[in-house]
C-alpha cells in the first residue's frame, strides 16, 4: 500500500494518464467527422460561411448564404450530415471524395446550389434550401481533399454534384441590410477562391464501448 501511494508512483501514474490523453486527441481529432458541427473559413478572403433568415431579392428568392469576418456569430455554425444515398455514421470521419449535407444549423436548411446567377458577381447562386433539414439532391456537395480523410488543419474543396461547381468567394460584398458581407457562390474551376479550413466547433468522436462497437456519441468542443 505504501508503495501504491508514494508520490513518485503517482506522478508516473499520472504522466502515463496524460500521455494516453494527449495520443487519443491526436489520433481522435485530427479529422473532421459526420455529426460535427462546425465553422468554415474561407483561407483566401477569412471570412465564415454564413447564412440567415435573409433572402434573396434576385434569382432564386431563396435564404441567402454569405460570408462574414466575424468570428462569434452563431449564424456560421453547418452540421455535417449524410445524404439519400451515403449514410455518415455519428463519430466517423468523413473521406475525401465523400458527398455530404452541410445543414446551417441555426435555420436548418441546407447548403445548396443551383443554375440561377448570384447577385453580385453572377457566378452561380449558393443558398440553403430545405426545412428541418430536409431538401433535394441540389444539396449535395462532394468533399475535395489530398489524403483518405478530411484532416482539420487541411484545406479542402467542396464541389457541388449536380453542377460540379466549388463553394466560392471572391470578395464582392453586399450593401444594406448585410453590410460588409461577402458573396458566396460556386465557380467551375478551382482557385484559391475555392479552399475551406474546418474551424470552430464541436467535433464528434468515435470510441469503443466494452461490446466492441464503435459508439459514436462523444463529443469534443472547440469554440
Not at 453586399?174 to 458566396?184: A, K, L, N
Request: charged share 15%; hydrophobic share 30%; net charge negative.
Amino acid at each position: 500500500m505504501g508503495h501504491c501511494s508514494s508520490p513518485g508512483f503517482l506522478l508516473s501514474y499520472l504522466l502515463l494518464l496524460c500521455c494516453i490523453f494527449c495520443l487519443s486527441l491526436s489520433t481522435e481529432l485530427s479529422f473532421v467527422t459526420c455529426g460535427s458541427v462546425i465553422k468554415l473559413l474561407n483561407i483566401k478572403h477569412n471570412v465564415r460561411l454564413h447564412s440567415h433568415d435573409v433572402r434573396y431579392g434576385s434569382g432564386s428568392g431563396q435564404q441567402s448564404v454569405t460570408g462574414v469576418t466575424s468570428v462569434e456569430d452563431s449564424n456560421s455554425y453547418w452540421s455535417i450530415r449524410g445524404t439519400g444515398d451515403t449514410v455518415c455514421h455519428r463519430g466517423a470521419p468523413v473521406k475525401c471524395g465523400q458527398t455530404i449535407r452541410l445543414t446551417h444549423v441555426n435555420t436548418g436548411r441546407n447548403l445548396h446550389s443551383h443554375y440561377f446567377a448570384s447577385p453580385l458577381s453572377s457566378n452561380q447562386e449558393v443558398s440553403a434550401f430545405g426545412e428541418e433539414g430536409e431538401g433535394d439532391h441540389l444539396d449535395e456537395w462532394m468533399v475535395q481533399c489530398g489524403g483518405s480523410v478530411w484532416k482539420r488543419e487541411e484545406a479542402v474543396r467542396f464541389r457541388h454534384q449536380a453542377t460540379d461547381a466549388l463553394l466560392s468567394v471572391t470578395g464582392e460584398q453586399y450593401g444594406r441590410p448585410i453590410q460588409g458581407q461577402r458573396e458566396v457562390h460556386a465557380m467551375a474551376s478551382a482557385s484559391q477562391h475555392s479552399l475551406w479550413k474546418a474551424m470552430e466547433g464541436i467535433f464528434m468522436k468515435p470510441s469503443e464501448n466494452p461490446m466492441g462497437n464503435r459508439d459514436y456519441s462523444h463529443a469534443h468542443t472547440e469554440f
